[in-house]
Every structure is written in structure tokens, then in C-alpha cells.
């Protein structure tokens, strides 16, 4: 799939999952030729946020700030979950390639 058809694809995930009103929406983010995608993701309180790895080798979410997201190593075509609890803006990176940044929003 080319960049642009996999946002599509994430963007409609996170429409799909967001259509349930009240219920808690999960929303998927890509890991792709060493980027995130989305880059910057809001969510809510209480949504769950998948990382996909699509690279042919390990990454991690590593946020710094306390309640943000901490993963181990997610495998090649390995996802990894994580349910936003606090509200606040969670800068993160791969540890392995910290020229990798994403930004979870939960507000
Ligand atoms: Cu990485």
C-alpha cells in the first residue's frame, strides 16, 4: 500500500471506531518506513490506541512523561495497546530511532 492509501485506511479506522458514540473509540497508528502515521493522534479518555508495526523489524512507543505510553518492543507485523487514561499531551519516540517522534493528545 502506498503512504497515502494506509492513512485512508487509519483515518477510517478511527472514523469506524469512533462512530459508537459513547463507547470508548480505538484508534490505530502505523509504523511504517520509521514513522508514525499519524504523527500527532488526539484521543479521549478511556480510547485505545493500537500501534501496528508494518517494518520488517522492532520498534517501540517510549513517551517520557508519566501516564503516557511505554511499550516493549513490538515485533515486525506486531501491534501493541495502550488505553489513554490522564489527560495531557505525550510526546514519544523509538528508543531504537529516536529520529522516530509521535505525539499522543488525550484531552
Ligand atoms: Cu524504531
Not at 506486531?78 to 487514561?85: C, V
Request: aromatic residues 8%; contains cysteine; charged residues 20%.
Amino acid at each position: 500500500m502506498t503512504f497515502r492509501m494506509k492513512a485512508a485506511v487509519a483515518a477510517a479506522a478511527t472514523l469506524l471506531a469512533g462512530a459508537a458514540l459513547a463507547a470508548p473509540a480505538v484508534h490505530i497508528v502505523l509504523i511504517d518506513g520509521m514513522q508514525f502515521i499519524p504523527q500527532t493522534l488526539e484521543v479521549k479518555p478511556g480510547d485505545t490506541v493500537i500501534w501496528r508495526n508494518k517494518d520488517p523489524f522492532p520498534h517501540n512507543v517510549t513517551a517520557d512523561a508519566k501516564g503516557g505510553p511505554a511499550s516493549p518492543a513490538i515485533a515486525a507485523e506486531a501491534s501493541w495497546k495502550f488505553t489513554a487514561e490522564k489527560r495531557g499531551s505525550y510526546p514519544y519516540v523509538c528508543t531504537l530511532h529516536r529520529m522516530m517522534k509521535g505525539t499522543l493528545v488525550v484531552k
